[in-house]
C-alpha cells in the first residue's frame, strides 16, 4: 500500500504563507488521484483541493479558491499544497490522501491518508 507523509505545517500571522508537501512511498503515486483535506478543532474533515493524476485537473473549495494552489511532481513522488494569504480560518490539521480513481474530491473516494501536519494561523 501507499504511504503518506506530511510536512510543512506550523504556526504563522494572518496574511504569511505556507507550503505543505506530501511525500509518499510504496507504491509508485503516478497513477493515483490525490488530494488534500483539513479538519478543523471540534469539526469534520472538509475537502480542500484536489489534482489529477497527470496534474492536468484541479479543483478547490471554494473557501480556498484563489488562496491556494495544489501541484504534484511524481517524479518526487510529492504533492504539494501552496497556501496563501492565510487566515485564521484555515488553521486546522491538514492531510493529504491517494485515491485509485484519476481525479476525485469526496472523502469516502480516497483510501490511503496521511498522519496529516498542523496549521495554526494567529490573527
Known amino acids: 500500500q501507499v504511504q503518506l507523509v506530511e510536512s510543512g505545517g506550523g504556526l504563522v500571522q494572518a496574511g504569511d504563507s505556507l507550503r505543505l508537501s506530501c511525500t509518499a512511498s510504496?507504491?509508485?503515486?503516478?497513477?493515483?488521484?490525490m488530494g488534500w483535506f483539513r479538519q478543523a478543532l471540534g469539526k469534520e474533515r472538509e475537502f480542500v483541493a484536489a489534482?489529477?493524476?497527470?496534474?492536468?485537473?484541479?479543483s478547490y473549495a471554494d473557501s480556498v479558491k484563489g488562496r491556494f494552489t495544489i501541484s504534484r511532481n511524481n517524479g518526487r513522488k510529492t504533492v504539494y499544497l501552496q497556501m496563501n494569504s492565510l487566515k485564521p480560518e484555515d488553521t486546522a490539521v491538514y492531510s493529504c490522501a491517494a485515491t485509485w480513481a484519476s481525479f476525485a474530491v469526496r472523502s469516502n473516494d480516497y483510501r490511503f491518508w496521511g498522519q496529516g501536519t498542523q496549521v495554526t494561523v494567529s490573527s
Open positions: 489534482v489529477s493524476t497527470n496534474g492536468a485537473i484541479t
Open positions: 510504496g507504491r509508485t503515486v503516478d497513477n493515483y488521484g
